[in-house]
């Protein structure tokens, strides 16, 4: 699902130590790796949105754009397996269950989707989710960036908070439509999945975990988006958000 990790998650917190001088150079190098790996991922993608342009202008169409642009996608995406890192080692303060479940979601659609299943690359919804990553990492990873500098400018600031509103939507919009596309070439081949008999006695159908994979998409999706929508009132509004206990 379109990434929308919570407020803190670019700021390079580090975890107390005693040693107040080894807990600022500690502070020092935190920063400055996470300030490298932001520059490189909005590098990245940039460099990704930059191809897809070119190869639509060059081409006049979407047909093959994925294949093209695929190596680069790859790459960045599973990079950003490194997030789950930062928070299980304290550098980053956000949870690491939800940044999990991001990243290894928006990995399982590269490999596990787009790549494995070749006769969906051309499929109009692919594209979708592809403009919707890449405009959403670029303004994401140059948000932390700048705020780690502590030199925000207001219109990043405005975009991180503001485009989701129509990306988020789009993005799950593209990422379940290509699931659906998927499903009778799954169903036809039985990929991925595991028939009895067999040595461990085990059955797994990919199908229908791909059919699971696309409900859980009715529960965790309202989650996340009203999550920002109280982030954006929090941060360009200073509202005051009291959560409710349930």
């Known amino acids: 699902m379109a990434s929308s990790e919570e407020d803190g998650g670019g700021n390079g917190a580090v975890e107390e130590k005693e040693n107040g001088k080894k807990k600022k150079k500690l502070g020092v190098l935190a920063t400055t790796w996470l300030i490298f790996y932001n520059v490189a991922m909005t590098a990245g993608w940039l460099v990704l949105g930059i191809a897809m342009v070119r190869f639509y202008i060059q081409k006049g169409t979407h047909r093959g754009l994925f294949r093209s642009v695929q190596k680069t996608l790859k790459f960045f995406q599973t990079f950003a397996l490194l997030?789950?890192?930062?928070?299980?080692?304290?550098?980053?303060?956000?949870?690491?269950?939800?940044?999990?479940?991001?990243?290894?979601?928006?990995?399982?659609?590269?490999?596990?989707?787009?790549?494995?299943?070749?006769?969906?690359?051309?499929?109009e919804s692919v594209i979708l989710f592809l403009v919707v990553w890449t405009v959403t990492e670029i303004t994401r990873y140059s948000f932390y960036t700048f705020n780690l500098l502590n030199h925000l400018p207001y219109f990043i600031k405005w975009a991180r908070y503001n485009f989701f509103i129509v990306l988020y939507p789009a993005g799950v919009a593209g990422e379940l439509l290509t699931i659906y596309a998927a499903l009778p070439y799954v169903k036809k081949t039985g990929m991925f999945s595991l028939r009895l008999p067999n040595k461990y006695n085990v059955s797994f159908d990919y199908y229908y975990f791909l059919i699971i994979v696309m409900f859980s998409y009715v529960p965790l999706?309202?989650?996340?988006?009203?999550?920002?929508?109280?982030?954006?009132?929090?941060?360009?509004h200073g509202e005051v958000i009291v959560e409710k206990d349930d």
Request: aromatic share 10%.
């Open 83 to 123: 997030e789950v890192i930062h928070c299980a080692v304290g550098i980053v303060r956000t949870s690491v269950l939800v940044t999990g479940v991001q990243v290894s979601s928006r990995i399982f659609m590269v490999w596990f989707i787009a790549h494995s299943i070749k006769q969906i690359q051309n499929e």
């Open 221 to 236: 999706f309202p989650q996340l988006y009203f999550h920002m929508l109280r982030q954006r009132r929090r941060v360009l």
